[in-house]
T-cell receptor, first 111, second 115 residues
């Protein structure tokens, strides 16, 4: 599958801080998705993006589909302890069924 | 809220044994998937299934793997002769469509341990 580069690998922040993470690819994707995974659980969908340039919010989360269709970012505002987990980006091409996942960003939030 | 359910949650098997992992996708979804995640690594695509046939599979999904939808609700992944390196978390997922509505909803996973 296509390689997705997700950064940063991990983040350690204080409650209330804003967080930003991103994903880049050498390939063009038609869909970008952001998932959160808690330990021992399955990924939970946070935001789905379908159009280049699209900016979508879900509560304190905001994600954007890059204009080049090769990147996406996720912002979390005013982080809280329950934001702790691993955040994965995933992209899908128009021709395939598979979601290609990034390696994840591990987020730790201290009270 | 509808969800994807997987059984068992944890399976321990001896190397060389066959295992069947079971999934009940969300009822109005048409596309079904298996993914796996080796401990500490990213989620990897195995196979997608639509209209009672495999629509795409990855290099991981070799002849040892097979999928089946034996009835209207279950979706299974069989590993014929397990190897140590098959130890991973296996996730079933389903989606309404492949393009819009491509959002795949994942189950809680089955942790497979091959000893």
């Amino acid at each position: 599958g296509q390689q997705l580069n997700q950064s940063p690998q991990s983040m350690f922040i204080q409650e209330g801080e804003d967080v930003s993470m991103n994903c880049t690819s050498s390939s063009i994707f038609n869909t970008w998705l952001w998932y959160k995974q808690d330990p021992g659980e399955g990924p939970v969908l946070l935001i789905a993006l379908y159009k280049a340039g699209e900016l979508t919010s879900n509560g304190r989360l905001t994600a954007q589909f890059g204009i080049t269709r090769k990147d996406s970012f996720l912002n979390i505002s005013a982080s809280i302890p329950s934001d702790v987990g691993i955040y994965f980006c995933a992209g899908q091409t128009n021709s395939g069924y598979a979601l290609n996942f990034g390696k994840g960003t591990s987020l730790l939030v201290t009270p | 809220e509808p969800e994807v359910t997987q059984t068992p949650s944890h399976q321990v098997t001896q190397m060389g044994q066959e295992v069947i992992l079971r999934c009940v996708p969300i009822s109005n979804h048409l596309y079904f998937y298996w993914y796996r995640q080796i401990l500490g690594q990213k989620v990897e695509f195995l196979v997608s299934f639509y209209n009672n046939e495999i629509s795409e599979k990855s290099e991981i999904f070799d002849d040892q793997f097979s999928v089946e939808r034996p009835d209207g609700s279950n979706f299974t992944l069989k590993i014929r002769s397990t190897k140590l390196e098959d130890s991973a978390m296996y996730f079933c997922a389903s989606s309404v469509s492949r393009i819009f509505g491509v959002e795949a909803f994942f189950g809680q996973g089955t942790r497979l341990t091959v000893v």
